[in-house]
Structure formats: structure tokens, C-alpha cells
């Protein structure tokens, strides 16, 4: 009876921490792709053009536009709308409301709309609506104004997981009449069962959705195994759709840019080296140019090609990756220290460059004075490592650094870390990195 009363306790118990650590896990795994969402779909929205909206504009062009953005979002989310600083629609997404009407319920989120408009973003925490459904609202700063994107997305993990809760309870209270042998037996399974789960909600939770979440147990286990697992698969479509979305964002800023950059050019051919419009006009490509690689970044994160790879000599593409960033250098210097003999590696050449490049920017944006680059052949495999005299990453950022569109600089588009973890696997290696204060190195190797 004694094993019995233990064994149903430290059920009890393990099952109100997976109850709580799985919801954790995956309310925060909802703040990160609603938050992605709502930059992703405030991106290219000019907030200026929108405040100016007022009743009666619903028939214009500018009106009609914005609302077919956010109903574009409709597989991602269960409704999107813009509001202006005084908490007043702007562009629904649904019928029924027109521009200028008031969104009371706002106000109880007052404190999130004022993060988003300093912070760039923010989540609500989880709410239901009238029907008892659990929804959490994602807000985003539009570019060039007051406005703020809203995008709803519902919670529905939440709801396998109340019945868990009772369920466990229930087992509980059943488990307490069980003979001894009978608890001893069905405590090793379900233990076995929740930890099998409990690792797949880690694995989740740390952004690795390749598994498929499986348990061999039945009833409420087996039950929360496969909410896990149609929430796996629901993630990880939404991340294909994000990245399309992405995609077809980048796409169609793109195209016009390069018309920008090239009639600018041409502007300024026609002008004296002296005249200060040339200069504008110079000015104008720049930004342009710096537009477009941000734009690749996008591209390539959305849409990795797979690497063609072939045998090099690692020294290449690393001399032409500090040739190119040497050039925005300034008055810091790139400090280059590579073997005499050649390093034999097989990779995709191109994406051995971009790395290189992603990591040389982020080290001489962090850097005081120098950036130093080396690379060495090692015992079945090579590596390069990217060392800045900087402040040092902040410890409480370090878990985030690798993640998409976690960024600490207010230009940033943070996907640079991102795509450098994203190459390296996909041609057999894998990145890591030190940091403390006065130096941040990060390190890139392969196996031959």
C-alpha cells in the first residue's frame, strides 16, 4: 500500500510538472511564431500612409490593399487587424466594422501595444473568447507612424492539455485502489511515456520539429501525444508558409529596388564629379545596395538551396569573403592569418563565402578596432573562427542568438546567425562560439 501511495504521488506530481513545462514550452513556442507572423506581415506597411485613413475611405485603393494583406494571413491566424495610436480600427481584416470604431478591449493590453511601439513587437497573454476557445494576440509597429498590426492566433494546444490535467487527476484517484504489482507495472509505463513526451516538448521548445512526437501508451498520454504531434506538424507548416510568405515579401521589393539602384546610377552619371546631387545620388545606391542584402538574407533563409558541393582549398573563399566586408571596414581593421599550405575540404563554395561574410559583418559591427579571421586543418576536418575585441554577447541572449529574427540592433533583420548555422549543417558542420568581455569568437568546422 505504502509503494502504491508513492508510486500514485510521484505520478501526480510528474504529471503536473510535464502539464506545466509542456504548456510552458509551448505558449512560448506560440509567442515566437506569432510574434514572426506579425513582423513578417508589418514588414513593407507604411504606418504614416495608414493613420491617415478616416471613415469613409473603406472604398479606397490604400484601404483595399492593406486589407487584402492582412487576409492573406488567414491560414496563419483567426483574424489580423491595424489600429492607430487612440485605439480606433483601422483596416480590419473581417467585415462588420468600419474605420474609426473603437477597440475597447484593446485597453486591457495597454501595457503590450506600448511595448510593441518601443520594442518593435510584443504578445498578449492567453485569452478566451465567448465560446471558452484560447487565443493570444500578437502586436507589431508599422514602419513610418502610430499604427500597430494585430494578429490573433488561437491557442489550441491548451485545450488537450485541461484534459490531461483532469485525466492525471482521475488516474490518480483510480490508482489509489490498484494493487501493488498492478501500480508498480503501469508506473514504469507511464513514466517511461511522459518522459518520452516531456523530451519531445523540449525538443519543440528548442526549435526542433524533424521528429515526430510518438508514445506507445494509450488514453490521456496517448491523447496528449497526438495534440503534440498535430501541433508539431501544424508548426511546422506555418514555418513553410512563413518562409513563403517571406519569399514572396522579398520578392516583390526586390524588383523595384534594382530599378531604383540602376535609374540613380544613371542619374548620376550625367553629373559633375562636384555637384551635390551626385553625391544624393551615390548616397541613394548605397542604401539601396544594403537593401538588397538584406533582402538575400530573407531569400535565403526562406528558400536554402542545397549546397553543390565540390573539394576546395577553405583559403578561397575566406580571402574573398574579408575582401568584401574590408571594403565597409572603415577604420577597423580585418586582420587575415591563414596557413601557407592549402586546407582540402569539400563544400559548396558560395555558401563556405557567405558564412564567412555573415560573420565578419556581425564581428566588425560588434568590434572596437580589429577583426581577426584564421582557419587550420585538424585531425579529419578543418575549421575557421571569427574573433572581435567587442563588448561580448550578453549572457541573458546567448540561448537566442542562432534564432530567426532575433536581432539586438534596431537595423537589424536579425537572420545572419541564422543562415550561418543554416549552411554550415546543411554542408556537415556545425557552429560554436566563446564569449566574454573584450572578445567574442565564433567558429566554424567541417569533417573532410
Not at 540613380?264 to 542604401?287: P, S
Amino acid at each position: 500500500m505504502a509503494f502504491v501511495l508513492f508510486a500514485t504521488g510521484a505520478l501526480s506530481i510528474g504529471g503536473w510538472v510535464l502539464y506545466r513545462s509542456t504548456r510552458a514550452l509551448l505558449e512560448r513556442e506560440l509567442d515566437e511564431k506569432l510574434e514572426a507572423v506579425a513582423l513578417a506581415a508589418a514588414s513593407g506597411l507604411d504606418g504614416g500612409l495608414v493613420s491617415q485613413l478616416r471613415p469613409g475611405d473603406e472604398g479606397t485603393r490604400l484601404y483595399q490593399a492593406y486589407r487584402l494583406r492582412l487576409q492573406s494571413l488567414a491560414p496563419l491566424s483567426s483574424r489580423a487587424f491595424i489600429f492607430d495610436s487612440a485605439g480606433r480600427l483601422l483596416v480590419p481584416s473581417w467585415g462588420g466594422q468600419v474605420i474609426g470604431d473603437p477597440l475597447h478591449s484593446l485597453a486591457l493590453y495597454s501595457a503590450e501595444v506600448d511595448r510593441a511601439r518601443t520594442a518593435g513587437s510584443a504578445t498578449t497573454t492567453l485569452f478566451r473568447d465567448e465560446r471558452g476557445r484560447w487565443y493570444k494576440l500578437g502586436f507589431a509597429r508599422l514602419a513610418g507612424g502610430p499604427a500597430v498590426l494585430a494578429v490573433e492566433m488561437p491557442a489550441s494546444f491548451l485545450e488537450p492539455l485541461q484534459r490531461l490535467r483532469y485525466q492525471l487527476i482521475t488516474f490518480g484517484v483510480v490508482a489509489l485502489a490498484a494493487v501493488a504489482l498492478a501500480a508498480a507495472i503501469l508506473s514504469r509505463g507511464l513514466t517511461s511515456a511522459l518522459e518520452q513526451l516531456a523530451g519531445s516538448a523540449r525538443r519543440i521548445g528548442e526549435g526542433d520539429w524533424t521528429q515526430s512526437v510518438t508514445s506507445a501508451a494509450g488514453g490521456e498520454v496517448g491523447q496528449l501525444a497526438r495534440a503534440m504531434e498535430e501541433m508539431r506538424i501544424a508548426i511546422v507548416r506555418r514555418e513553410e508558409e512563413l518562409r513563403l510568405m517571406l519569399a514572396q515579401v522579398a520578392h516583390e521589393i526586390r524588383n523595384p529596388l534594382g530599378g531604383i539602384e540602376l535609374f540613380a546610377g544613371a542619374a548620376a552619371e550625367g553629373l559633375a564629379e562636384d555637384d551635390e546631387r551626385r553625391g544624393h545620388l551615390e548616397r541613394i545606391r548605397a542604401e539601396a545596395h544594403e537593401l538588397d542584402r538584406v533582402i538575400g538574407d530573407f531569400l535565403a533563409f526562406a528558400r536554402p538551396q542545397s549546397p553543390r558541393a565540390r573539394q576546395i582549398d577553405l583559403r578561397g573563399p575566406l580571402l574573398e569573403a574579408a575582401q568584401i566586408v574590408e571594403a565597409v571596414a572603415g577604420a577597423k581593421r580585418i586582420e587575415v592569418e591563414l596557413p601557407a599550405e592549402p586546407i582540402q575540404l569539400v563544400v559548396d563554395p558560395d555558401q563556405l563565402k557567405r558564412i564567412a561574410v555573415n560573420l565578419l559583418r556581425n564581428a566588425l559591427e560588434a568590434a572596437k578596432r580589429r577583426v581577426h579571421l584564421t582557419a587550420a586543418a585538424e585531425d579529419g576536418g578543418a575549421s575557421f573562427r571569427v574573433t572581435d575585441d567587442g563588448p561580448g554577447i550578453p549572457e541573458e541572449i546567448c540561448e537566442r542568438i542562432f534564432e530567426p529574427f532575433f536581432t539586438t540592433r534596431a537595423d537589424g533583420a536579425g537572420l545572419g546567425l541564422a543562415i550561418v548555422r543554416q549552411l554550415a549543417e546543411a554542408n556537415g558542420g556545425f557552429v560554436s562560439y566563446e564569449t566574454r568581455q573584450g572578445e567574442t569568437s565564433f567558429a566554424v568546422t567541417f569533417d573532410t
